[in-house]
Protein backbone atom coordinates (compact mmCIF):
# COMPACT_ATOMS: atom_id res chain seq x y z
CA UNK A 1 0.00 0.00 0.00
CA UNK A 2 1.45 3.22 -0.60
CA UNK A 3 0.76 7.00 -0.28
CA UNK A 4 -1.68 6.79 2.21
CA UNK A 5 -1.17 9.51 5.04
CA UNK A 6 -4.98 10.12 4.69
CA UNK A 7 -6.91 12.37 6.92
CA UNK A 8 -10.27 11.92 8.22
CA UNK A 9 -12.75 9.97 4.87
CA UNK A 10 -16.34 10.00 4.64
CA UNK A 11 -17.31 7.55 2.23
CA UNK A 12 -20.12 4.67 2.89
CA UNK A 13 -22.53 2.57 1.66
CA UNK A 14 -25.01 0.83 2.99
CA UNK A 15 -29.10 -0.20 3.00
CA UNK A 16 -31.12 0.03 5.75
CA UNK A 17 -34.51 0.19 6.59
CA UNK A 18 -34.69 3.24 8.17
CA UNK A 19 -35.09 6.37 6.22
CA UNK A 20 -35.05 9.65 8.00
CA UNK A 21 -37.15 12.16 6.28
CA UNK A 22 -36.42 15.38 8.64
CA UNK A 23 -36.19 16.15 12.09
CA UNK A 24 -39.84 15.04 12.83
CA UNK A 25 -40.49 12.64 10.46
CA UNK A 26 -39.02 9.08 9.83
CA UNK A 27 -39.59 6.47 6.61
CA UNK A 28 -39.81 2.83 7.31
CA UNK A 29 -39.71 -0.02 4.41
CA UNK A 30 -40.02 -3.69 5.14
CA UNK A 31 -42.20 -6.67 5.25
CA UNK A 32 -45.65 -7.34 7.79
CA UNK A 33 -45.23 -10.27 9.57
CA UNK A 34 -47.90 -9.67 11.57
CA UNK A 35 -51.40 -8.26 11.75
CA UNK A 36 -53.04 -7.82 15.06
CA UNK A 37 -56.65 -7.06 15.53
CA UNK A 38 -56.07 -4.73 18.05
CA UNK A 39 -54.74 -1.70 15.02
CA UNK A 40 -51.40 -3.02 15.55
CA UNK A 41 -48.79 -4.49 13.06
CA UNK A 42 -45.50 -6.11 12.76
CA UNK A 43 -42.98 -5.14 10.39
CA UNK A 44 -39.32 -6.77 9.28
CA UNK A 45 -37.35 -4.18 8.35
CA UNK A 46 -34.93 -4.94 5.55
CA UNK A 47 -31.78 -5.30 8.61
CA UNK A 48 -34.12 -7.87 9.92
CA UNK A 49 -35.26 -6.24 13.02
CA UNK A 50 -38.87 -6.31 13.72
CA UNK A 51 -40.63 -3.40 14.66
CA UNK A 52 -44.67 -2.84 15.78
CA UNK A 53 -46.53 -0.51 15.18
CA UNK A 54 -50.11 0.97 16.36
CA UNK A 55 -51.72 2.31 13.23
CA UNK A 56 -54.65 5.04 13.89
CA UNK A 57 -57.61 5.34 12.07
CA UNK A 58 -55.98 8.70 10.68
CA UNK A 59 -53.12 6.58 8.75
CA UNK A 60 -54.10 7.24 5.25
CA UNK A 61 -53.04 3.92 3.28
CA UNK A 62 -53.22 2.43 0.07
CA UNK A 63 -52.83 -1.11 -1.40
CA UNK A 64 -51.04 -1.33 -4.50
CA UNK A 65 -51.64 2.42 -5.21
CA UNK A 66 -55.43 2.50 -4.64
CA UNK A 67 -56.95 3.63 -1.31
CA UNK A 68 -57.43 0.85 1.13
CA UNK A 69 -58.24 0.06 5.02
CA UNK A 70 -56.37 -1.62 8.06
CA UNK A 71 -58.30 -4.52 7.14
CA UNK A 72 -56.63 -5.36 3.91
CA UNK A 73 -53.26 -4.65 5.67
CA UNK A 74 -51.77 -8.73 5.35
CA UNK A 75 -48.68 -10.44 6.11
CA UNK A 76 -46.23 -10.68 3.42
CA UNK A 77 -47.30 -7.58 1.98
CA UNK A 78 -44.37 -5.22 1.30
CA UNK A 79 -44.87 -1.76 3.07
CA UNK A 80 -43.42 1.66 3.91
CA UNK A 81 -44.72 3.79 6.71
CA UNK A 82 -44.17 7.27 7.64
CA UNK A 83 -44.48 8.35 11.03
CA UNK A 84 -44.43 11.70 13.18
CA UNK A 85 -41.82 13.08 15.65
CA UNK A 86 -43.86 10.80 17.97
CA UNK A 87 -43.73 7.62 16.17
CA UNK A 88 -47.77 7.40 15.37
CA UNK A 89 -47.48 6.39 12.04
CA UNK A 90 -49.63 8.39 9.40
CA UNK A 91 -49.02 6.54 6.00
CA UNK A 92 -48.65 3.24 4.95
CA UNK A 93 -48.37 2.51 1.61
CA UNK A 94 -48.81 -1.60 0.93
CA UNK A 95 -47.91 -3.68 -2.30
CA UNK A 96 -48.92 -7.51 -2.80
CA UNK A 97 -46.96 -8.70 -5.38
CA UNK A 98 -43.56 -8.20 -7.54
CA UNK A 99 -43.03 -5.09 -9.95
CA UNK A 100 -43.00 -5.71 -13.43
CA UNK A 101 -41.58 -3.61 -16.26
CA UNK A 102 -43.88 -4.29 -19.35
CA UNK A 103 -42.03 -4.77 -22.73
CA UNK A 104 -42.62 -1.90 -24.67
CA UNK A 105 -45.04 -1.53 -27.95
CA UNK A 106 -43.20 -0.11 -30.67
CA UNK A 107 -45.12 2.45 -32.79
CA UNK A 108 -43.87 3.30 -36.43
CA UNK A 109 -41.86 7.32 -36.26
CA UNK A 110 -44.12 9.99 -38.26
CA UNK A 111 -43.19 9.95 -41.59
CA UNK A 112 -43.39 13.72 -41.93
CA UNK A 113 -40.90 14.59 -39.76
CA UNK A 114 -38.96 11.10 -38.60
CA UNK A 115 -40.14 11.82 -34.88
CA UNK A 116 -41.81 9.46 -32.46
CA UNK A 117 -46.03 10.55 -32.36
CA UNK A 118 -46.80 11.74 -28.51
CA UNK A 119 -47.91 7.78 -28.20
CA UNK A 120 -45.03 6.16 -29.01
CA UNK A 121 -42.92 4.66 -26.31
CA UNK A 122 -38.65 5.80 -27.06
CA UNK A 123 -36.30 2.80 -26.87
CA UNK A 124 -32.74 2.81 -27.35
CA UNK A 125 -29.38 1.28 -25.80
CA UNK A 126 -30.21 3.30 -22.84
CA UNK A 127 -28.40 6.02 -20.36
CA UNK A 128 -28.89 3.78 -17.28
CA UNK A 129 -26.86 5.95 -14.58
CA UNK A 130 -24.61 9.33 -14.09
CA UNK A 131 -22.00 8.94 -17.15
CA UNK A 132 -23.93 6.71 -19.08
CA UNK A 133 -24.03 2.64 -19.39
CA UNK A 134 -19.94 2.43 -18.57
CA UNK A 135 -20.12 5.13 -16.24
CA UNK A 136 -17.31 6.58 -18.98
CA UNK A 137 -19.31 9.01 -20.31
CA UNK A 138 -19.51 7.30 -23.28
CA UNK A 139 -22.64 6.99 -25.41
CA UNK A 140 -23.03 3.49 -27.43
CA UNK A 141 -25.62 5.85 -29.40
CA UNK A 142 -24.33 5.56 -33.63
CA UNK A 143 -26.07 7.60 -36.22
CA UNK A 144 -25.64 10.79 -34.65
CA UNK A 145 -26.62 13.76 -36.88
CA UNK A 146 -22.80 16.21 -37.28
CA UNK A 147 -24.31 19.65 -37.66
CA UNK A 148 -27.75 21.16 -36.52
CA UNK A 149 -30.53 21.66 -38.80
CA UNK A 150 -31.55 25.39 -39.57
CA UNK A 151 -33.06 27.13 -36.86
CA UNK A 152 -31.67 24.08 -34.43
CA UNK A 153 -33.25 20.54 -34.06
CA UNK A 154 -36.77 20.18 -33.85
CA UNK A 155 -38.71 20.51 -29.98
CA UNK A 156 -40.25 17.17 -29.14
CA UNK A 157 -41.61 18.27 -25.53
CA UNK A 158 -41.07 20.13 -22.22
CA UNK A 159 -41.53 19.30 -18.67
CA UNK A 160 -41.94 22.08 -15.94
CA UNK A 161 -42.42 21.26 -12.18
CA UNK A 162 -39.76 18.70 -11.62
CA UNK A 163 -37.92 20.97 -8.33
CA UNK A 164 -35.12 22.23 -7.89
CA UNK A 165 -31.66 19.99 -7.48
CA UNK A 166 -28.36 19.01 -9.91
CA UNK A 167 -29.14 15.63 -10.65
CA UNK A 168 -29.33 14.09 -14.44
CA UNK A 169 -31.00 11.74 -15.91
CA UNK A 170 -31.20 8.47 -16.72
CA UNK A 171 -32.82 6.56 -19.48
CA UNK A 172 -34.00 3.18 -19.61
CA UNK A 173 -34.60 0.79 -22.98
CA UNK A 174 -38.38 0.93 -22.38
CA UNK A 175 -38.84 4.59 -22.79
CA UNK A 176 -38.74 5.52 -18.93
CA UNK A 177 -36.44 8.67 -17.73
CA UNK A 178 -35.71 9.08 -14.48
CA UNK A 179 -34.56 12.17 -12.47
CA UNK A 180 -34.58 14.18 -9.07
CA UNK A 181 -35.82 17.32 -7.77
CA UNK A 182 -36.67 19.40 -4.54
CA UNK A 183 -40.49 20.00 -4.16
CA UNK A 184 -41.15 21.60 -1.17
CA UNK A 185 -39.67 20.21 1.71
CA UNK A 186 -39.68 16.71 0.08
CA UNK A 187 -37.02 15.07 -1.97
CA UNK A 188 -38.20 13.58 -4.89
CA UNK A 189 -37.40 10.60 -7.48
CA UNK A 190 -39.73 11.53 -10.55
CA UNK A 191 -40.26 9.55 -13.51
CA UNK A 192 -41.47 10.57 -16.88
CA UNK A 193 -42.45 9.07 -20.36
CA UNK A 194 -39.59 9.65 -22.79
CA UNK A 195 -41.93 9.66 -25.65
CA UNK A 196 -44.01 12.97 -24.03
CA UNK A 197 -42.18 14.19 -21.04
CA UNK A 198 -45.34 13.24 -18.90
CA UNK A 199 -44.78 12.23 -15.09
CA UNK A 200 -45.51 8.64 -14.71
CA UNK A 201 -44.89 8.65 -11.10
CA UNK A 202 -42.80 10.30 -8.61
CA UNK A 203 -41.85 9.16 -4.53
CA UNK A 204 -40.74 10.94 -1.68
CA UNK A 205 -37.59 9.38 -0.74
CA UNK A 206 -35.65 11.68 1.49
CA UNK A 207 -36.28 15.43 2.48
CA UNK A 208 -35.27 18.34 0.95
CA UNK A 209 -31.60 19.33 0.68
CA UNK A 210 -30.83 22.93 1.30
CA UNK A 211 -27.53 24.45 1.24
CA UNK A 212 -26.45 28.56 0.64
CA UNK A 213 -24.76 27.15 -2.89
CA UNK A 214 -28.20 25.59 -4.27
CA UNK A 215 -30.77 23.74 -2.99
CA UNK A 216 -31.73 19.95 -3.84
CA UNK A 217 -30.37 16.89 -4.86
CA UNK A 218 -27.20 16.51 -6.72
CA UNK A 219 -27.02 12.35 -7.98
CA UNK A 220 -28.71 10.77 -10.70
CA UNK A 221 -30.88 7.64 -10.38
CA UNK A 222 -29.04 4.21 -11.44
CA UNK A 223 -31.54 1.67 -13.16
CA UNK A 224 -30.88 -2.08 -12.89
CA UNK A 225 -33.39 -4.41 -14.46
CA UNK A 226 -36.82 -3.26 -12.74
CA UNK A 227 -35.00 -1.36 -9.81
CA UNK A 228 -34.11 1.89 -9.67
CA UNK A 229 -31.23 3.24 -6.74
CA UNK A 230 -31.31 6.56 -5.60
CA UNK A 231 -29.13 8.69 -3.25
CA UNK A 232 -29.98 12.18 -1.92
CA UNK A 233 -28.04 15.35 -0.86
CA UNK A 234 -28.69 14.04 3.07
CA UNK A 235 -27.44 10.72 2.39
CA UNK A 236 -30.83 8.95 1.92
CA UNK A 237 -30.92 5.82 0.18
CA UNK A 238 -33.57 4.01 -1.68
CA UNK A 239 -34.67 0.99 -3.83
CA UNK A 240 -37.54 1.63 -5.96
CA UNK A 241 -39.33 -0.10 -8.12
CA UNK A 242 -38.98 1.25 -11.48
CA UNK A 243 -42.33 0.49 -13.34
CA UNK A 244 -44.15 2.65 -10.11
CA UNK A 245 -42.02 4.01 -7.68
CA UNK A 246 -42.88 1.49 -4.48
CA UNK A 247 -40.15 1.99 -1.71
CA UNK A 248 -38.82 -1.36 -1.60
CA UNK A 249 -36.00 -0.68 0.91
CA UNK A 250 -34.41 2.73 2.55
CA UNK A 251 -32.01 3.89 4.74
CA UNK A 252 -29.30 6.65 5.67
CA UNK A 253 -25.89 6.00 4.76
CA UNK A 254 -24.74 8.86 7.00
CA UNK A 255 -26.53 8.11 10.48
CA UNK A 256 -25.59 4.27 9.48
CA UNK A 257 -22.29 4.71 9.50
CA UNK A 258 -21.68 7.84 12.03
CA UNK A 259 -20.35 9.91 9.20
CA UNK A 260 -21.27 13.73 9.01
CA UNK A 261 -22.42 15.41 5.30
CA UNK A 262 -20.02 17.21 3.64
CA UNK A 263 -20.37 20.51 2.95
CA UNK A 264 -22.11 20.79 -0.40
CA UNK A 265 -23.94 17.76 0.52
CA UNK A 266 -23.30 14.05 -0.74
CA UNK A 267 -23.17 14.13 -4.20
CA UNK A 268 -22.10 10.09 -5.26
CA UNK A 269 -24.45 8.49 -7.62
CA UNK A 270 -24.85 4.69 -6.50
CA UNK A 271 -22.76 1.81 -8.17
CA UNK A 272 -24.60 -1.29 -9.06
CA UNK A 273 -21.92 -4.28 -9.79
CA UNK A 274 -23.59 -7.59 -9.93
CA UNK A 275 -25.20 -8.22 -6.64
CA UNK A 276 -23.58 -5.16 -4.78
CA UNK A 277 -24.93 -1.52 -4.86
CA UNK A 278 -21.64 0.37 -3.97
CA UNK A 279 -21.27 3.67 -2.66
CA UNK A 280 -19.01 6.14 0.14
CA UNK A 281 -20.67 8.22 3.14
CA UNK A 282 -17.33 8.14 4.69
CA UNK A 283 -17.94 6.46 8.04
CA UNK A 284 -15.17 5.68 10.38
CA UNK A 285 -14.13 2.34 9.52
CA UNK A 286 -16.52 2.44 6.31
CA UNK A 287 -15.15 4.70 4.24
CA UNK A 288 -16.63 2.49 1.26
CA UNK A 289 -19.67 0.05 1.67
CA UNK A 290 -21.47 -2.12 -0.34
CA UNK A 291 -24.41 -4.01 0.02
CA UNK A 292 -26.70 -6.46 -1.77
CA UNK A 293 -28.67 -4.53 -3.72
CA UNK A 294 -31.68 -7.25 -4.06
CA UNK A 295 -32.35 -6.34 0.09
CA UNK A 296 -29.87 -3.51 1.54
CA UNK A 297 -27.83 -5.79 3.48
CA UNK A 298 -24.41 -5.43 4.33
CA UNK A 299 -21.82 -7.30 2.49
CA UNK A 300 -18.60 -5.56 3.51
CA UNK A 301 -17.11 -2.08 4.76
CA UNK A 302 -13.89 -0.52 3.36
CA UNK A 303 -11.41 0.68 6.42
CA UNK A 304 -9.26 2.94 4.34
CA UNK A 305 -6.25 4.64 6.63
CA UNK A 306 -7.06 7.28 8.16
CA UNK A 307 -11.05 7.46 7.71
CA UNK A 308 -10.79 10.37 5.31
CA UNK A 309 -13.97 11.92 4.76
CA UNK A 310 -16.19 11.74 1.17
CA UNK A 311 -15.26 13.19 -1.94
CA UNK A 312 -18.33 14.21 -4.26
CA UNK A 313 -17.16 11.69 -7.08
CA UNK A 314 -18.51 8.78 -8.06
CA UNK A 315 -17.20 5.05 -7.88
CA UNK A 316 -16.23 3.29 -10.74
CA UNK A 317 -15.75 -0.58 -11.31
CA UNK A 318 -11.93 -1.75 -12.89
CA UNK A 319 -10.32 -4.66 -13.38
CA UNK A 320 -6.94 -3.94 -11.95
CA UNK A 321 -4.20 -6.39 -11.97
CA UNK A 322 -6.10 -9.35 -12.42
CA UNK A 323 -8.40 -8.30 -9.85
CA UNK A 324 -12.03 -6.31 -9.70
CA UNK A 325 -11.68 -2.76 -7.90
CA UNK A 326 -14.02 0.07 -6.99
CA UNK A 327 -12.17 3.47 -7.43
CA UNK A 328 -13.16 7.06 -6.38
CA UNK A 329 -11.99 9.73 -4.99
CA UNK A 330 -11.86 10.88 -1.51
CA UNK A 331 -11.38 14.34 0.49
CA UNK A 332 -7.33 13.53 0.59
CA UNK A 333 -6.90 11.00 -2.56
CA UNK A 334 -7.45 9.05 -5.31
CA UNK A 335 -8.59 5.29 -3.77
CA UNK A 336 -9.16 1.40 -4.71
CA UNK A 337 -10.38 -1.12 -2.93
CA UNK A 338 -11.07 -5.02 -3.40
CA UNK A 339 -14.58 -5.19 -5.04
CA UNK A 340 -15.44 -8.56 -3.45
CA UNK A 341 -14.08 -8.17 0.48
CA UNK A 342 -13.58 -3.77 0.40
CA UNK A 343 -9.78 -4.45 1.79
CA UNK A 344 -8.26 -1.36 1.19
CA UNK A 345 -5.63 -1.71 -1.95
CA UNK A 346 -4.01 1.48 -2.37
CA UNK A 347 -4.13 5.61 -2.25
CA UNK A 348 -2.66 8.65 -4.23
CA UNK A 349 -3.28 11.83 -2.63
CA UNK A 350 -1.42 14.32 -5.37
CA UNK A 351 -4.91 14.50 -7.55
CA UNK A 352 -6.79 15.55 -4.88
CA UNK A 353 -7.41 18.95 -3.63
CA UNK A 354 -8.73 19.00 -0.15
CA UNK A 355 -11.92 21.12 -1.00
CA UNK A 356 -13.88 19.62 -3.63
CA UNK A 357 -12.53 16.36 -5.38
CA UNK A 358 -15.77 15.89 -8.04
CA UNK A 359 -14.93 13.97 -11.34
CA UNK A 360 -14.78 10.04 -11.28
CA UNK A 361 -11.30 8.70 -12.03
CA UNK A 362 -10.60 6.72 -15.47
CA UNK A 363 -8.87 3.74 -15.56
CA UNK A 364 -7.18 1.73 -18.44
CA UNK A 365 -5.32 -1.47 -17.71
CA UNK A 366 -3.34 -1.49 -14.51
CA UNK A 367 -3.59 3.10 -14.93
CA UNK A 368 -6.10 5.02 -12.88
CA UNK A 369 -6.17 8.85 -13.94
CA UNK A 370 -7.67 11.22 -11.31
CA UNK A 371 -7.84 14.98 -11.88
CA UNK A 372 -9.59 17.83 -9.72
CA UNK A 373 -9.72 21.56 -9.47
CA UNK A 374 -8.86 24.40 -7.22
CA UNK A 375 -5.00 24.69 -8.90
CA UNK A 376 -4.21 20.95 -8.11
CA UNK A 377 -4.37 18.54 -11.53
CA UNK A 378 -4.09 15.41 -12.73
CA UNK A 379 -2.41 11.79 -11.68
CA UNK A 380 -1.73 9.01 -13.55
CA UNK A 381 -1.54 5.98 -11.62
CA UNK A 382 0.45 2.49 -11.78
CA UNK A 383 -1.14 -0.15 -9.81
CA UNK A 384 0.65 -3.81 -10.02
CA UNK A 385 0.60 -6.55 -8.22
CA UNK A 386 -2.39 -8.99 -6.84
CA UNK A 387 -4.70 -8.84 -4.59
CA UNK A 388 -3.13 -10.13 -1.88
CA UNK A 389 0.05 -7.79 -2.55
CA UNK A 390 -1.09 -4.04 -4.23
CA UNK A 391 0.37 -1.10 -4.60
CA UNK A 392 0.19 1.78 -6.27
CA UNK A 393 2.76 4.26 -7.89
CA UNK A 394 2.70 7.76 -9.03
CA UNK A 395 4.01 8.15 -13.09
CA UNK A 396 2.94 11.58 -13.12
CA UNK A 397 1.26 14.56 -12.17
CA UNK A 398 0.17 17.47 -14.42
CA UNK A 399 -0.87 20.96 -13.68
CA UNK A 400 -2.77 21.12 -16.93
CA UNK A 401 -6.10 19.05 -16.50
CA UNK A 402 -7.55 21.25 -13.86
CA UNK A 403 -10.66 19.37 -14.00
CA UNK A 404 -13.09 20.78 -11.57
CA UNK A 405 -16.81 18.84 -11.96
CA UNK A 406 -17.25 18.26 -15.50
CA UNK A 407 -15.91 15.07 -15.46
CA UNK A 408 -13.55 13.83 -18.10
CA UNK A 409 -13.46 11.06 -21.32
CA UNK A 410 -10.82 8.50 -22.37
CA UNK A 411 -10.77 7.54 -26.04
CA UNK A 412 -8.16 5.60 -27.89
CA UNK A 413 -5.29 6.78 -25.18
CA UNK A 414 -6.21 10.25 -25.13
CA UNK A 415 -8.15 12.57 -22.19
CA UNK A 416 -10.85 14.96 -22.76
CA UNK A 417 -12.01 17.56 -20.16
CA UNK A 418 -11.76 21.26 -19.13
CA UNK A 419 -8.67 22.61 -17.50
CA UNK A 420 -10.28 25.04 -15.97
CA UNK A 421 -12.08 27.60 -19.05
CA UNK A 422 -9.89 25.35 -21.49
CA UNK A 423 -11.16 22.67 -23.30
CA UNK A 424 -7.95 20.13 -23.25
CA UNK A 425 -6.84 17.23 -24.83
CA UNK A 426 -3.61 15.50 -23.24
CA UNK A 427 -2.24 11.70 -24.20
CA UNK A 428 -2.85 9.35 -20.89
CA UNK A 429 0.83 7.94 -21.29
CA UNK A 430 2.92 11.35 -21.43
CA UNK A 431 0.30 13.44 -19.80
CA UNK A 432 1.48 15.74 -23.00
CA UNK A 433 -1.41 18.25 -24.26
CA UNK A 434 -1.84 17.50 -27.38
CA UNK A 435 -4.16 20.39 -28.22
CA UNK A 436 -6.66 22.84 -26.17
CA UNK A 437 -9.24 25.62 -26.84
CA UNK A 438 -10.71 27.96 -25.23
CA UNK A 439 -13.77 29.05 -26.91
CA UNK A 440 -15.53 26.67 -25.57
CA UNK A 441 -15.05 27.81 -21.85
CA UNK A 442 -15.72 25.64 -18.48
CA UNK A 443 -18.05 22.62 -19.14
CA UNK A 444 -18.48 18.87 -18.76
CA UNK A 445 -17.88 16.57 -21.81
CA UNK A 446 -19.56 13.35 -22.85
Not at 326 to 331: A, I
Amino acid sequence: MTSWGLHRFLLAAAMLSLLPLNANAALISGTIVKVAQSGKITVETTSNKQQEFQVPSSARITIDGKPGGFGRLEVGQRVSLITSSSGSVTQIKARTGTPTTPSPKPVPSSPATGTPPASETISGSGWTQFGGPNRDNISPETGLITEWPAGGPALNWTATGLGEGYSSVSISDDGKLYTMGNRGNQEMTICLDLATGKELWATQTGNAYRESQGNGPRSTPTIDGDRLYVLGGNGDLACLSRNDGEMLWSGNILRQYGADNIVWGISESVLIDGNKAVFTPGGRNATMVAVDKMSGRELWKSNVPGNPKAAYSSIIAADIGGSRQYVNFVHTAVVGVDAATGKALWGIQSPANGTANCSSPLASGNFVFAASGYGTGGTLVEVSGTRGNVSAKEVYHINEMKNHHGGMVLIDGYIYGTDEQILRCIELKTGETKWQSRSVGKGAVV
